[in-house]
């Protein structure tokens, strides 16, 4: 009687085996969660990056995307042999899924490099009557010289769009004087003393109209 309750298998709790077995597979699901959403950041990124010159807050992404790509997976990666994936075989899915996570941000970081370098932090130089617009002024890198370019700005949230008012034909200094004239028109005195009269569309964000100086 004693060997037979000792080689008597003893239930376990109700439930609490399938709860055991249960755990590696949640753990892989928040798992693969995460890396989905990793793989979402990194694509949304890509083409929010190409329209940070239209967007132009958008500009501010590569900021903080980079670093937090690259953090989340190289986190993902050790957390990896947790989730159960800890056999050579077993790691052809996490590392196939992080490959095509990272892909993205190799362009990003391409396109960081370019953009990020190209222009000089904007100097708010005009606002409009209504605080509706901002006149920037920035540095664009133009080979041998550096040309000093106006734009209009809205000042809203993330999508707030921006366009080119001037950029001098010549290497020369920033405009004398820079201010709105009325609802829809940008003056633009130039270190030689000319005016420029742009005319723009509120609601396409172009210029409309752009009068040259005579002289």
């Not at 992080?98 to 990003?108: G, H, M, R, S, T």
């Not at 633009?188 to 742009?198: F, H, K, N, Q, S």
């Not at 005319?199 to 040259?212: I, K, N, P, S």
Request: aromatic fraction near 8%.
């Amino acid at each position: 009687m004693a060997k037979q309750t000792t080689d008597e298998t003893i239930p376990a709790p109700n439930g609490q085996g399938h709860a055991t077995e249960r755990v590696p597979w949640l753990r892989r699901i928040v798992w693969l969660l995460a890396v989905a959403a990793l793989l979402t950041t990194d694509l949304a990124a890509v083409p929010a990056i190409y329209q940070s010159d239209r967007f132009y807050r958008f500009q501010e992404i590569p900021g903080w995307a980079l670093p937090v790509c690259w953090i989340t997976t190289a986190a993902l990666l050790v957390l990896a042999p947790r989730m159960g994936w800890r056999r050579i075989r077993d790691w052809l899915v996490p590392a196939a899924v992080l490959a095509l996570a990272v892909l993205p941000v190799l362009p990003l970081m391409m396109i960081w490099a370019i953009l990020g370098s190209s222009d000089s932090k904007p100097v708010v130089v005009a606002v409009s009557s209504d605080g509706r617009y901002d006149a920037v002024t920035h540095d664009l890198d133009a080979m041998i010289d550096t040309l000093c370019a106006v734009r209009l700005r809205e000042r809203g949230g993330l999508f707030s769009r921006q366009t080119d008012v001037w950029t001098p034909r010549e290497s020369e200094p920033c405009p004398k004087h820079v201010s709105f004239t009325g609802k829809d028109t940008i003056s633009v005195i130039d270190a030689r003393g000319r005016e420029l009269t742009a005319h723009f569309d509120a609601d396409r964000m172009e210029v409309a109209q752009l009068v040259q100086p005579t002289s």
